[in-house]
C-alpha cells in the first residue's frame, strides 16, 4: 500500500490503528538512553508491538527483535532486519530447521527440548534456556510467567546443571507492565537461583515486562541496577525485551460508530471488536478509555458500545458529554500496545 496523507481523521479508513511518529521516537530516544548509559541491548517485543510500518524508525534505536515462533521470527528477519532472538515455550519439528536458520539467538524451555534440538542448532545459533526466578510480583494471574504451574522457564529445583555444554545464555522473564523494583526482586532471585552458572554463559536476558517509557518508571534506577550487574559480570553482554514499553501511549484505535438503537439504555454500535482489535479488554479485562469521555456520573449522556459482529463483546461503558449519532467517531486511547 502506497502511503497517504490525510488532513483530518475523518478522512482515514475506519477501523484504523494510528501511531502518531514522534511520541514513538520518544520512547525510542528514552530506550536508547538506556542502552548507552548501561551498556546493554535492548530488542522489540513482537509480542506486544508488532507494527511493520514502524519497524523502519525502531531499527534505527533497537538492536532487533524477539520472537515467540516461527511468524514472528520471520518478521523480524524479513522486515526488521536485525537480530532476532526467538524463544517458544515447546517447538515443532517441522518448524525449527528454519527458525534455526533465522534466529541469532534461540532459547529453550526445557532441557527435554535442548537434548531434542540442541546438536541440531549448535554453531549455527546461539543457544540458551530460560529459567524461572520463582519470583512471582504480577497481580493478574493471566499475565504472570512466574505463578504457580507456569510452565514458562525451568525451576531451581528442575535445572541440570551437567548439561550445559551446548548453552551460551540464560533468560528469565518474571515482570508485566512493572517498575523498576519489580526487576530488583527478580534479578535478585535470579542470581541466588543460577547464579553459579553465569561464568560459563557469554549473555543474559532479562525479559519484558519493563515499563521504561511510562512518566512514573525510575529510568535512572533501571540504569543503575544494570551497570551494578554488570561490575558482577563484566563478561555478559545484557538483554532487554520490552514490548509495549515501545509503543505505550504512542497510538489509538479509531471507530466509527454506524447505529443507534436502545434497549433498556443507548446503545452505540460500532465498525470494530473488542475480540478483532483490542482483546485484552476481554482477557484482562479492563475499560477501553475514550476520548472526551468520562466515568459513572461524570458526563450527560452514557452509551453501552458494542460492535457490529454477533459476539456480544461488550467493550466498555462510555460517558459521553455529547450525544452519538452516526458516522461519529471515537478514539480509544493506548490501544496500540
Known sequence: MENQTFKSLEELPSPAFICEEELLENNLKLLKKVQDEADVKILLALKGFALKSSFELCRKYLHGCCASGLHEALLAKEEFQKEVHTYSPAFKD??????????????????????????????KTSIGLRVNPEYSSVEVDLYNPCGAYSRLGITKKNFQGDKLDLVEGLHFHALCEQNVDALQGALANFEENFGEYLAQMKWVNFGGGHHITRA????????????????RYPHLEV??????????????????????????????????SAEA????????????????????NEKKYTYHLLSKYFLQDDMCIFFQVLPMKKNTHIVLEEILA
Open 94 to 123: 517441522e518448524e525449527i530447521d528454519e527458525i534455526i536458520d533465522i534466529s541469532n539467538h534461540l532459547v529453550f524451555n526445557s532441557f527435554t527440548q535442548l537434548e531434542r534440538y540442541g546438536k541440531k542448532a549448535h554453531g
Open 216 to 231: 512514573d518508571y525510575d529510568v535512572e534506577g533501571l540504569i543503575k541496577l544494570l551497570k551494578e550487574f554488570k561490575k
Open 239 to 272: 538483554y532487554l525485551e520490552p514490548g509495549e514499553a515501545v509503543g505505550w501511549q504512542t497510538g489509538y484505535l479509531m471507530a466509527t460508530v454506524l447505529d443507534i438503537v436502545e434497549n433498556q439504555m443507548q446503545i452505540a454500535i460500532l465498525d470494530t
Open 277 to 296: 482489535h483490542m482483546p485484552d479488554t476481554l482477557a484482562m479485562p479492563y475499560r477501553a478509555d475514550i476520548r472526551n469521555s468520562g466515568l459513572a
